[in-house]
Nanobody, 119 residues
Framework: QVQLVESGGGLVQAGGSLRLSCAAS????????VAWFRQGAGKEREFVAT???????VYTDSVKGRFTISRDNAKNTVYLQMTSLKPEDTAVYYC?????????????WGQGTQVTVSS
């Protein structure tokens, strides 16, 4: 069956770094665009970054220059390298996969991994 499993979350001090991973199975990973979303406590889920099938990437403004999304199609894995972390980055981070031109909301989602940034 389809699975997206995130890992790599944890507690880090402001200014620190974390790398999140999302391992996919049960579908042809290379045929899908992938993305990271996050949801802070009491907040709506927000888009963080996406990597399209052709490798093009898009980031939300608040993480540009600090976060990097990458994918390894041979390993069916997408990564989110996060640097210069801020307390406002604290959230549950989710990975998602979907066909190009379709909305992520109707695609595949992982269970999430908690990232907590202390000040």
């Amino acid at each position: 069956q389809v699975q997206l499993v995130e890992s790599g979350g944890g507690l880090v001090q402001a200014g620190g770094s974390l790398r999140l991973s999302c391992a996919a199975s049960g579908f042809t990973f290379s045929n899908y665009k992938v993305a990271w979303f996050r949801q802070g406590a009491g907040k709506e889920r927000e888009f963080v970054a996406t990597s399209r099938r052709n490798g093009d990437t898009v980031y939300t403004d608040s993480v540009k220059g600090r976060f990097t999304i990458s994918r390894d199609n041979a390993k069916n894995t997408v990564y989110l390298q996060m640097t210069s972390l801020k307390p406002e980055d604290t959230a549950v981070y989710y990975c998602a996969a979907q066909y190009d031109l379709l909305a992520f909301e109707n695609g595949y989602w992982g269970q999430g991994t908690q990232v907590t940034v202390s000040s």
